[in-house]
């Protein structure tokens, strides 16, 4: 049976490298063919762990960690993803920022992505300051020749919990994509939805 814990701030710890193998494992696949290592992963989890403030959600199978999900407040994230929001005059104190949800995909399809969502959205509202939360994906074009058959963006699936993407806000990142030798910039674009105060 699997089962959802939520950590705050530094209470991740005996699961961070829970987490950054199971980033590398799911970013492999498109779209974002991320061949990640453990070393880059620790520096862009410490951004999380160290702010008190930042949420993660953990789905498990018995003890293991299965999915992931992240959520932190804009101000303690990194300028890169600051930077899109100061150019649209956007209050940075007023945005909590969702940075991933991974899952496994054999346990895809059982609801843990709403949980994830539900879950982060509920702890913005608990924080008390928050209007709107906030995430970015990777932009791929329609005919990119590296997405397989079948596949299905997750655009429907953030359209109905209320996002619209932003296609005036990016920002750009790099990493390293599979197969290739050197890193390379990426484009990602922002999603954003109000969110309504508690009830």
């Not at 814990?5 to 974002?32: N, Q, S």
């Not at 296609?167 to 030798?181: F, L, N, Q, V």
Request: proline share 7%; with cysteine.
């Amino acid at each position: 049976m699997t089962h959802v814990r939520t950590f705050t701030g530094a209470t991740i710890g005996p699961h961070l490298d829970d987490v950054a193998r199971l980033r590398i494992a799911v970013f492999r696949a498109f779209p974002y063919l991320y061949d990640g290592d453990l070393a880059y992963e620790a520096g862009y989890l410490q951004t999380y762990s160290h702010s008190p403030e930042s949420l993660f959600v953990l789905a498990f199978d018995g003890d293991r960690v299965i999915g992931a999900s992240t959520g932190i407040p804009l101000t303690d994230e990194t300028a890169a993803f600051q930077q899109p929001f100061v150019e649209r005059g956007i209050d940075l104190g007023r945005v909590f920022y969702f940075g991933e949800s991974v899952l496994l995909p054999e346990y895809r399809g059982q609801g843990l992505g709403h949980r994830f969502f539900d879950e982060r959205e509920a702890y913005a509202r608990q924080l008390g300051r928050f209007d709107t939360t906030a995430f970015c994906a990777v932009v791929r074009a329609a005919d990119d020749p590296r997405r397989p058959p079948g596949y299905r963006p997750n655009d429907v699936f953030w359209t109905k919990r209320g996002y619209a993407q932003q296609p005036d806000m990016r920002c750009a990142i790099e990493w390293k994509e599979t197969g290739a030798t050197a890193p390379t910039v990426q484009q990602l674009a922002f999603w954003l939805r109000p969110l309504e105060p508690a009830a």
